[in-house]
């Protein structure tokens, strides 16, 4: 099994910035694609991005150029680093993995953009 916990969402006006973070139970190195996605009230899941276990990534168009997504395999730790924040950025952040086959999330951690 594959435990992940994000954190650091909150509060942020717009313009703003936030980093988010995922951690996972062990490592990394088992889990090829990792990424994020959002959920905002109302709204279907949204993929945002992966990067797989080499480095390269893939960016949603709606947050291509503000969001930057990296990971440690060391650290077993994925980051999300969102620049540029816009109100319809607010969303319930989940981190996620593919393992055996079938994907993993984590609790989710909520952004909000607001003034």
């Known amino acids: 099994q594959v435990q992940l916990v994000e954190s650091g969402g909150g509060l942020v006006q717009p313009g703003g910035s936030l980093r988010l973070s995922c951690a996972a139970s062990?490592?990394?190195?088992?889990?090829?694609?990792m990424g994020w996605y959002r959920q905002a009230p109302g709204k279907q899941r949204e993929w945002v991005t992966l990067i797989t276990r080499s480095g390269s990534t893939n960016y949603a168009d709606s947050v291509k150029d503000r969001f930057t997504i990296s990971r440690d395999n060391g650290k077993n730790t994925v980051t999300l680093q969102m620049n540029s924040l816009k109100p319809e950025d607010t969303a319930v952040y989940y981190c996620y993995a593919d393992w055996e086959n079938r994907p993993y999330w984590g609790q989710g951690t909520q952004v909000t953009v607001s003034s």
């Open positions: 062990g490592s990394i190195w088992r889990l090829n694609v």
